[in-house]
């Protein structure tokens, strides 16, 4: 990569890094209602080389760890923040929360909290790009225990038969809530699942930076040039819990620190001056740059007005005259009741 390229990539991993841990902050302080997120710590390397290589009008579909793909993608932390929090500048107005921020301008077609649901909508995705005859790619993101769900058999299928153009990023981070993939997962690693389906599949190491954005730009150009689905494994680690409530038992501390060694983010700095030549007041300026915006988000988030109750059921159903028009004599009132 250029040296371009590294800060643009640094910088992706750096909002995200950030992005988290302000988040994980607000959570303890109890400013973050309902359950709690599914943080990226430790996996930031993967979604922003994926995102580096897409255009805006490429879709993305992601799952319930899915802040760092949505920001890669282009989001705002402000608005995600908000979201977070439930406030009505959020991008969905404050009712997705944490699990189900989407933004169909950004081509981010929603995160999905069902393991491996988001798998057949990518997939739908990529059949409408077909259709129309555009040359967009569509990405799911999903983890390593996704891959042992029937939605995911199902839609890789389909992409394969009908030769669509997806790209299947299976983020493999050694454990499905609690339970080590190991244990449930048959073959030797993840991907040898797609040569079942006649489709090109890698799997690479997400803690090093510059061999996932090699890999990520492996998948995205050979999608959009060959018109069908590749399979990309990243072999990569959550430095915290499944959620914050997650104590982590089945984890044991050595493996925790011989994997945070591996941090894509802290290693990666030194290699900007060494091997890119990239001046320190440069990546300095960009970590400015970083602090300052999560400040302003954590800012217009806790400004930012909670939904009123008397909208509690704008969003919920089509237009009333729309649906007068699809279904006469419906009554809204009687629907709701």
């Not at 029937?150 to 389909?158: D, K, L, Q, T, Y």
């Not at 970590?287 to 930012?304: D, G, Q």
Request: some cysteine.
């Amino acid at each position: 990569m250029s040296a371009a390229d590294a800060l643009a990539v640094y910088r992706a991993m750096l909002r995200i890094r950030r992005f988290e841990t302000a988040g994980h902050e607000l959570y303890l302080g109890g400013k973050i209602p309902g359950m709690s997120p599914h943080l990226y710590i430790g996996e930031e390397a993967v979604a922003a080389s994926i995102s580096h290589f897409l255009r805006a009008d490429d879709y993305i579909v992601s799952n319930h760890r899915g802040h760092g793909h949505c920001l890669a993608k282009g989001a705002t932390m402000d608005r995600m923040l908000a979201e977070i929090q439930g406030k009505i500048t959020g991008y969905c107005r404050g009712r997705g929360g944490s699990m189900h921020i989407a933004d169909v301008k950004l081509g981010n077609l929603g995160a999905n909290g069902i393991v491996a649901a988001g798998i057949p909508i990518a997939v739908g995705a990529a059949l409408s790009i077909v259709y129309r005859g555009t040359d967009q790619v569509s990405v799911v993101y999903f983890g390593d225990a996704a891959s042992n769900q029937g939605a995911f058999h199902e839609a890789v299928n389909m992409a394969a038969a009908m030769k669509l153009p997806v790209v299947l990023v299976c983020e493999n981070n050694q454990y499905g809530l609690s339970t080590s993939i190991k244990t449930t997962n048959p073959t030797a690693q993840i991907s040898d699942k797609a040569h079942g389906y006649g489709i090109e599949h890698a799997t690479v190491d997400g803690m090093d930076l510059e061999t996932a954005y090699q890999g990520a730009r492996t998948a995205v150009e050979y999608v959009r040039r060959e018109r069908r689905p590749y399979f990309i494994e990243y072999e990569t680690y959550r430095f915290l819990g499944h959620g914050a409530s997650d104590n982590r038992s089945y984890r044991t501390k050595e493996e925790e620190e011989t994997w945070k060694k591996r941090s894509p983010l802290e290693n990666f700095r030194p290699r900007m001056l060494t091997a890119y030549g990239i001046p320190e007041e440069t990546i300095a300026a960009i970590e400015a740059e970083v602090e300052k915006e999560v400040a302003h988000a954590l800012k217009f988030a806790a400004e930012s007005p909670e939904p009123s109750p008397s909208d509690l059921l704008e969003d919920v159903y089509y237009p009333t005259e729309a649906v007068r028009q699809a279904f006469p004599g419906w009554s809204p009132k009687e629907s709701r009741s």
